[in-house]
């Protein structure tokens, strides 16, 4: 059974940072483009951050850019999110995803 486990969510206050972690396990994505996505309160799921399969090459929404950074060792079958000077419209659950599977979210509670 493939799954992606997110973890390292929490609640914070504004200008702290967090790492989320994705674990898989059941298979190896080392040859996949991973992704980070978020869903805020009352809002539409939105992209966050994707890396390529050696890690060399990734983007990010503009929303995130300069605070936010992925990465991954695909030695782990794991993928990260580094985020730093959170604010509070970074408030959401944030979903690993990859190769058409996608996990169960870990919350982001951002306070002023």
């Known amino acids: 059974q493939v799954q992606l486990v997110e973890s390292g969510g929490g609640l914070v206050q504004a200008g702290t940072s967090l790492r989320l972690s994705c674990a898989a396990s059941?298979?190896?994505?080392?040859?996949?483009?991973m992704n980070w996505f978020r869903r805020a309160p009352g809002k539409e799921r939105e992209f966050v951050a994707a890396?390529?399969?050696?890690?060399?090459?990734?983007n990010y929404a503009d929303s995130v850019k300069g605070r936010f950074t992925i990465s991954r060792d695909n030695t782990k079958n794991t993928v990260y999110l580094q985020m730093n000077s959170l604010k509070p419209d970074d408030t959401a659950v944030y979903y690993c995803?990859?190769?058409?599977?996608w996990g169960q979210g870990t919350q982001v509670t951002v306070s002023s």
């Open positions: 995803a990859g190769a058409g599977y």
């Open positions: 890396i390529s399969w050696s890690g060399g090459i990734s």
């Open positions: 059941g298979r190896t994505f080392g040859s996949d483009t």
